[in-house]
């Protein structure tokens, strides 16, 4: 198993040390480093890096500004010499927080972190069975037989998603957004980085806000907005 990476920090000392640590450890592909972090999101998002290792304090987008821009999120570990950024990047859901200076075996150690979220994530997609009506995942050692006509929609919640059915039992299962995406079929769409709905739940649109009973109100992310409106203008 291999996760590609990058590294980006707008300190060419700390950049280099990072690139080398990522070259030299097994199981890691480097795929560019950037000192402007705007720079590194079209590889980021076109080249399918899985960790990214990012510093949080630079100039013009910081790290955790950055990080909130992806679309397609990776693992992220946030380098840093300030540790009072520390609760900033845990609620971006970040991997790791490193203090400057790294020494390669905490950098290791964050990196180890990484493949083995990763060879989890894996394992429990291998146990995914799908079909057209419905699919299996995996939920507390147990696989658990979702219905898609019985999903309303599906939350992205860290390393986990929630599946909140209409029926009230909503299911916690270990898996990304992104791939449970690839699963599901057409009467699903994705409209926010931390949401997908089921087009035919839809009842109430509220400015760009999808509202469900319990006042649930999932909002349109910018990127999803043409996509969502595509949607609306088929029913009229």
Known sequence: MIIKCVAIDD???ALAQISEYIK???NLEFVGDFENGLDAVEPIEKQDVGLVFVDIDMPGINGIDLVKSLIRKPYIVFTTA???YAIDGFKVDALDYLLK???YSVFLKAANKALRMKELELSYIEEVKTNSEYLFVKSE???VRINFNNIKYIESQHEYIKIHQTSGNDILTLMSLKNIETMLPSQ???VHRSFIVNKE???VVERNTVVYDNNVRIPVGEQYK???QEFLSKGF
């Open 141 to 143: 050692y147990r696989l």
């Open 101 to 103: 200076p790294i020494s």
């Open 188 to 190: 699903f769409l994705r």
């Open 226 to 228: 043409e996509k969502f």
């Open 82 to 84: 300030y540790s009072e």
């Open 24 to 26: 030299k450890t097994p």
């Open 201 to 203: 739940k839809v009842e």
């Open 11 to 13: 300190e060419p000392l």
